[in-house]
């Protein structure tokens, strides 16, 4: 089975910058994702992590180790529209379906 | 361009009845997913299909839900004799192709209350 941990609830402030931690224990492993969901929204993509190191895209990174079981989020130069849940996924090994966390709720405040 | 479109947006429906929830994939795309989110949680796995065929019911929490996608592209998840318990957000999600490496791209989600 899959177990995957983030938490709950994160306050940052506007210009900041902001790491989202997520640990997983996975039967396999196939990549992790970090999906964005405004509320009452759809998830929305922003990252795909399957080797172990850092993507950087823009204002946010997401960082993997498969060692570890870790990964993070980071969200740099914060503006009032990241204010949202933040998703850490993990697809299982030969499998499609997606195992999602609870989700971070990130507000960013003036 | 079209994403992930589906409907209705909010259905209320009392103990008892049957709904049934359409999901409108992006064109091309061979993987569908459909997914429940309970609020403040993160979305659950229910069923995905690769075109018309459904490849995984694992996550389908029981016998009264049923989905299907007859023709590889519209999906629908039906859900018989509600229960409350049934009330949360139904999101369906496509890829383009039917690695685990896909991106899932999600539509806006039906909301289910059930009274």
């Known amino acids: 089975g899959q177990n995957i941990d983030q938490p709950t609830e994160m306050t940052a402030t506007e210009g900041a910058i902001v790491q989202i931690n997520c640990t997983y224990q996975?039967?396999?492993?196939?990549?992790l994702f970090w999906y964005q969901q405004h509320a009452g929204e759809a998830p929305t993509f922003l990252s795909y992590?399957?080797?172990?190191g850092l993507e950087e895209k823009g204002r946010f990174s997401s960082f993997l180790s498969r060692s570890k079981g870790y990964s993070y989020l980071l969200l740099k130069e914060l503006q009032m529209k990241d204010s949202a849940s933040y998703l850490c996924?993990?697809?299982?090994?030969?499998?499609?379906?997606?195992?999602f966390g609870k989700g971070t709720k990130l507000s960013v405040i003036p | 361009g079209a994403g992930v479109s589906q409907s209705p947006r909010y259905k209320v429906a009392k103990r008892g009845q049957d709904v049934a929830l359409r999901c409108d994939p992006i064109?091309?795309?061979?993987?569908l997913f459909w997914y429940q989110q309970a609020l403040g949680q993160g979305p659950e796995f229910l069923t995905y299909?690769?075109?018309?065929?459904?490849?995984?019911k694992s996550g389908l929490p029981s016998d009264r839900f049923f989905a299907e996608r007859p023709e590889g592209s519209v999906s629908t998840l039906k859900i018989q004799r509600t229960q409350q318990e049934d009330s949360a957000v139904y999101l369906c999600?496509?890829?383009?192709?039917?690695?685990?490496?896909?991106?899932?791209?999600f539509g806006p989600g039906t909301r289910l209350t059930v009274t």
């Open positions: 999600a496509s890829s383009l192709a039917t690695g685990g490496h896909y991106e899932q791209y």
């Open positions: 996975t039967s396999g492993f196939n990549g």
């Open positions: 992590n399957v080797l172990d």
């Open positions: 996924a993990v697809g299982g090994a030969g499998s499609y379906q997606l195992t």
């Open positions: 064109s091309g795309h061979v993987s």
């Open positions: 299909f690769q075109n018309e065929a459904q490849l995984d």
